[in-house]
């Protein structure tokens, strides 16, 4: 189901009633960008399954308490999921700097039409973005991730991360095209070891 295709309002109003295929209708339509942000934190397919269950938990007895319009839902449910994951950073010490061999899980599925060499340079691409990622700062993976990958507008990137816009916008910006010259020098250097890519 397509975040286009829910009527959100009506699901919300009908999850505060407490009917379970709204609920249902609601997880299956934010379940995919959840686990894409969970992953993208935590670096590992447990974690963030884990931490999916746990956002929706906290959504779920939150529910009541969001008094938003329903294009603000997706950035508070983002921020939950954000808040959760450096939580459980924190507490188990999971990740003291983005380095080392990334997991490269599911987090976008393959497509039923996508060779494997498709597959096999979609996932090298990815683990070649968090290894280009992890030389920024953490504001402008953020910045990154909620404004570029999860497609958030600046406004509402800036409320997640309590920054002005127009820091949102420059940063925005400047980490795109740092992120565009370092992933090329990361293919250069690897299909000159590997002759892959």
Known sequence: MRNESLDLESTITQCRQGNPLAW???VKCYQAKVYSVSFYYLR???EAQEASQEVFIKVFNALGRFAGEADGFLPWLLSI???CCLDRIR???LRTKY???YEVAAVSAPRASESPEAITVREQRQRLMYQALSEFTETNRDILL???IQ???LEQVAEILSLPVGTVKSRSSRARID???RMAELMNVESGSSGVI
């Open 24 to 26: 249902e209708s609601l």
């Open 44 to 46: 590992n397919t447990a």
């Open 81 to 83: 999921t954000r808040n």
């Open 91 to 93: 507490r188990s010490k």
């Open 99 to 101: 380095e080392g061999e």
């Open 146 to 148: 909620l404004k570029d």
């Open 151 to 153: 497609g958030l507008k």
């Open 179 to 181: 992120l565009a010259k």
